[in-house]
């Protein structure tokens, strides 16, 4: 099974995320990203940017999960965000954003990128976790609730 275990480490956790904007999350985002992959951060940017062309990734709920393919990465790579404030993110419910998993896997990576953007929708689904998450001011907290509701979902 494809789970967020393989996709984060507590090191690919951001508390308290400071954007004002869709925009300026996303290049936050990118920034951390590009650090974790190698790869530029302006190239990350784009790709996300230009999915959000196509359409909004927030989901509703207070949650996106912005994602693309980029040439070149070795795995499927996450990153997770809580924000400081909730910012527009022009989500299907019109309600602010203030959780966000990024998700970024090769250009050549066929199924696995929808198997982990399928596996991230549906914890971000349970309502419990995410207000756990809310409420959680650490990132080694914020992973091992990931990683607990992990381990009820496999069993």
Do not use: W
């Not at 925009?23 to 784009?46: N, S, V, Y």
């Not at 953007?117 to 309502?127: G, I, N, T």
């Amino acid at each position: 099974m494809f789970g967020c275990a393989n996709l984060i480490t507590s090191d690919c956790v951001i508390v308290n995320l400071r954007a004002g904007n869709k925009r300026q999350a996303l290049r936050e985002l990118a920034r951390k990203a590009a650090t974790l992959t190698g790869h530029e951060e302006d190239a990350i940017f784009e790709v996300l940017s230009e999915r959000e062309r196509l359409g909004t990734t927030g989901i509703g709920h207070g949650i996106a999960i912005p994602h693309g393919k980029l040439p070149g990465l070795d795995r499927v790579y996450g990153v997770f965000a809580k924000l400081e404030r909730p910012i527009d993110f022009d989500a299907i419910d019109d309600q602010p954003v203030d959780l966000i998993f990024l998700l970024l896997a090769p250009a050549d990576c066929g199924a696995d990128h929808l198997k982990a953007l399928a596996k991230v929708s549906r914890m971000l689904r349970d309502r419990m976790l995410c207000e756990k998450v809310r409420g959680s001011t650490s990132c080694d907290a914020i992973y091992a609730i990931m990683n607990q509701t992990e381990g009820r979902n496999a069993a």
